[in-house]
């Protein structure tokens, strides 16, 4: 895919999310595919994460833990893992039909967007951090919509109430389950929950 196809499909996902998941379905990308598609956007987000911390001295929000690329790429993969799993699983007993492989694409390109996300914030944060913010504030609640639109047409529901309820069960359960797997692990999770 080349940068103008990939930015007029960013762009589609905001003013058409149901059509863009109808899309990435239908390429049914086999699961190899699929694997190095997931660590590459891990990678990709790890790198643009670190750089805007890098830009912005001062800001000690992920602490010493997470300010660890290798770290923080790690927590970041069990995460995005953890909420595929989540989502595809939590969308059954609603009468969800979606597989693992077809939240997966879902997931996965929403991870890619963050990236853009991410990089955009890089460049704004050195020059005003409340614009950074108001960024990132819009960015997370239009996420969320495009994700639910993604879950309902993933789903089959009809209904973008039950793929929200799918949403928001995956996201409590996710967030239960990393809580006590990284605390065992003796460590804290920071803002890693927002990030994903």
Known sequence: MTIAGFLRLALN???????????????????QVLWLSFALVIVLNTLTFS???MLLPGDDVMGP???SPTVFGAMLA?????????????GRPLGGRATYGQIAVLVIWLQALRVLMQAVVA???????????????????LGIWIFVNFIDVAHEMGSL???GLVLLLA???MMLGLSVIFSLLGVQTGGIPGYV
């Open 161 to 163: 109430l039950r793929a």
């Open 171 to 173: 996201f409590v359960g």
């Open 13 to 31: 996902t905001v003013t058409a999310p149901r059509d863009v998941a109808r899309l990435l379905l239908a390429m049914n990308l086999p699961s």
């Open 65 to 67: 833990v997470l300010g």
């Open 123 to 141: 460049v704004i944060g050195p020059i005003s951090l409340f614009l950074s913010g108001m960024v990132i504030s819009a960015a997370t609640v």
């Open 51 to 53: 750089l805007s911390m």
């Open 78 to 90: 069990v995460s995005v893992g953890a909420l595929i799993v989540a989502v595809t699983l939590c």
